[in-house]
């Protein structure tokens, strides 16, 4: 964690349906044909870095996309999310999905993420979904509010559980990996969902295999960010599974989690996204209350989620612009 002249900012979900741009490419192309086309992926990916003069690129994909080739059969439904054609419901289920090669299997990522590192002037950020959050897809059959399917799964079929998160874990690992050797400076794990589970739950059933996940990433040189959604209760647990960055949403404030982290990690986040439909004078009195608890270096300024459709972007370069002159205050 080292020194910068100003905080930098980058936003989840910063390439997506706030943008008429993307709205104009969604109407030729859904989204998963955008992920594969390494073209107009790019597009999409630069359009924010532009427009708002973020200090990192995340490349525009989807945590669904590496499920494909395990076996997984899905769409993405509008307004609804990833829909899963064939969900595990026995334990023997769990044999039919198999590990790949990223490079054989999703060239096309490979060839956008080499095609952003030429144009781009700043990091840019491979990504996947984290084991749990891809497993609850796959036993719910989409997304889920209670997560009574992945729980019965996991409590009275722990040994297929565990099978179904080992090749999870080994699969993104390797794909996170693929992502860093086409030139990806920086990766972050998607957990969205993992705040559903209580502290002793996650130790038993997604803990050792976060473990694992990251300890294949450890020779990778570059910032491993780690986040999930309502996820207090699991903050030091979750830096302990080897992240450099933890990722904080809202509920929490920078401070107080920074401090129960020991420090040891740099910290992202943590803007409620729904405060950028606020007012600019609320909105600008929340981004200082939360740069102001900041009083190290190791902080990147963020949402506690992704961008909301209804956003403006206008006001996305303006919050861009408050936290880059903080320091300069």
């Given at each position: 964690m080292e020194p910068a002249d100003h905080i930098p900012v980058w936003f989840m979900r910063q390439a997506g349906r706030y943008q008429p741009e993307y709205r104009e490419i969604r109407k030729k192309y859904s989204l998963l044909d955008i992920c594969r086309e390494p073209d107009i992926c790019t597009e999409v990916t630069?359009?924010?870095?532009?427009?708002?003069?973020?200090?990192?690129?995340?490349?525009?994909?989807?945590?669904?996309?590496?499920?494909?080739?395990?076996?997984?059969?899905?769409?993405?439904?509008e307004g609804i999310g990833?829909?899963?054609?064939?969900?595990?419901?026995?334990?023997?289920?769990?044999?039919?999905?198999?590990?790949?090669?990223a490079a054989e299997s999703l060239p096309y990522v490979g060839q956008t993420i080499r095609q952003l590192v030429k144009e781009l002037n700043v990091p840019l950020i491979g990504f996947t979904g984290a084991p749990f959050t891809l497993a609850s897809y796959m036993i719910e059959g989409g997304p889920s509010k209670s997560f009574t399917k992945t729980k019965s799964?996991?409590?009275?079929?722990?040994?297929?559980w565990h099978k179904l998160m080992e090749k999870l874990a080994k699969a993104m690992a390797d794909y996170l990996i693929y992502q860093v050797s086409c030139g990806a400076t920086a990766i972050q794990v998607f957990d969205s969902w993992v705040g559903n589970l209580g502290i002793e739950d996650y130790r038993e059933y997604v803990y050792p295999?976060?473990?694992t996940m990251f300890g294949a990433l450890q020779g990778l040189n570059v910032p491993l960010i780690h986040f999930g959604v309502v996820s207090g209760h699991l903050l030091e647990m979750m830096k302990d599974c080897g992240s450099t960055v933890v990722g904080l949403d809202w509920r929490v404030r920078i401070d107080e989690s920074w401090k129960l982290l020991n420090y040891e990690v740099a910290v992202q986040g943590n803007l409620d996204p729904a405060a950028i439909l606020a007012p600019w004078p609320i909105l600008e009195k929340k981004c200082a209350h939360i740069l102001e608890q900041v009083d190290r270096p190791g902080f990147i300024f963020n949402l506690g989620h992704g961008i909301m459709p209804q956003a403006d972007g206008d006001v996305l370069k303006r919050i861009t612009d408050f936290v880059h002159n903080w320091n300069l205050k």
């Open positions: 630069l359009l924010p870095v532009r427009q708002l003069g973020v200090d990192a690129a995340i490349l525009f994909s989807d945590i669904t996309l590496p499920l494909e080739p395990m076996g997984v059969d899905f769409d993405i439904v990833p829909v899963i054609h064939n969900p595990i419901v026995h334990a023997d289920d769990v044999n039919k999905f198999t590990l790949f090669n799964f996991m409590y009275y079929q722990p040994e297929a295999h976060m473990q």
